[in-house]
Every structure is written in structure tokens, then in C-alpha cells.
């Protein structure tokens, strides 16, 4: 019993989290992990559910047997991200049950090897394109343009060296008295140097933007990739990229 409860805990626990998106805020390269994680979750949910039920529900099995089974169900749940590494192991198990239909049993195993190789392929592959990377590459000709947030933000960094924001996320740039929103507009001039501190980003306001922080626009805005995808994000959390602040997305032709 105290091995079901830890199993339906777990599994509360994992639906509570939900298993969150790895981003939501638009990044490229998020929905077939997001996918993986809808079926990890549904794999969990089916060894909690099979850990319970051998908890609760009268056996005759004796119960060395019974607690196995349990353990085995508890450990798919915690390693539900590995569900195509059980799926194998989970044919194998019906090969062994004599009790199952011979032709089922003989399909056990090629589709577990299938499940195997394809869903595991395709787990290893969401989760490439899910991560996001500094982009190394980045210049100053390479990241002007026009940039855009989900939630209808606008950058543009000129190639005359001069930017132009409206309705940006405040932590973009930090400075006057923020919409209701959140967001706030800024203009003045820009550019980008990279180099081993800093994001790489130099931004100086107009004076009308904010008379008392003309020389110091800070910002923690750097360039990234997303699936081989370029992105501008604030760079909030260095264990986390993009994970938290403000995501630009690419709305028009590379340059001014």
C-alpha cells in the first residue's frame, strides 16, 4: 500500500508541474518536445494508475509478487521521460506471460524494438531542437533588422546604427514608467560588439525616451539560436536561456 501511495503522490505531483512546455513564449523548434513530453506524461499516468490498482484492488497473486510488480510500475512512473527505452522491456514482459495470446506474444518484441528505435529517435531529436544556444556567430550586420515578440513588441535595429522598440517587455529596457502591460517604447542608437563579457549589446537613449538615464540603457538582450533558428532574448536566467525573459522572433529581411 505505501507503494501505491508513493506512486498516485508522484503522480500527482508530475500533474500538478503539468509537465510544463519548455518554453512558451513562441521560440522555434519547442513543439515536438512539448509532444514528448504529452506522452511521457500519459505514460506516467498509466504507471500510477497500474501501481495503484495493484494496491487496492484483491489479488490472488501473492504479494512478493504483487509488491514487484508494484516496484516495476513505480520505476516506469519516475522514468516516464524513458518510455521508449520501457516500451522493450515491456514486450519482453508479455512475451513471458503464457497466458496472453501466442500471436501477440510474438509481436511483443518487434514492436517494442520499433517503438524503441523510432520513439527514441524522435525523443533525442525534439529535445535537440528544443535547446536553445548562444549564437557565437552573431554580428553587428547579422542581428539588424526588424524583431518582433508574440505578444506584439517591435525592435528594430537599424543598420544607420539607430533602434526603435514599442511595446516591449520592461525588462528589455528597464528604464521610465512601464504601460500597465508591462511594456514600455524606447529609441536612440545601437550597436553590437561581442566579446567574453557582457551580452554584447550597447543601447544609448534618446533624451525624450528618459531624460535621467540618457548615457545607460542596460539591457541583458543577447543573441541566441532555437533550432537553428536566430532569436534575441533577455537573458535573465544563465541556467535557463530564454527560458524566462523577453523572446524577439525575426520579422522581416536580415538588415535595415
Known sequence: MAVGALGGLVCAVLSAAGLQHPSSSGLPGQDGWAAYFVVSLGWGLAAAVTTLLLAFVPSARP???????????????????LWPLQAPLLALYAVTRRSLPRALRLLAVPVGVAVLLACGRWGIRAWGDAQVYEDGAATAASVAGDWHTTSGGRLHLGTDGRFRATHVPYDVFPTGVPRPDGTVDAAGRWSYDPGPHGTGFTFTLDVSTDPANVWDASTELAPFRAAGVPVLCTELDPDDYCGLGAVFLRSGPEGG
Not at 509478487?65 to 522514468?79: E, N, Q
Open 63 to 81: 504479494a512478493r509478487s504483487t509488491v514487484r510488480r508494484m516496484a516495476a510500475a513505480d520505476a516506469a512512473l519516475l522514468l516516464a521521460l
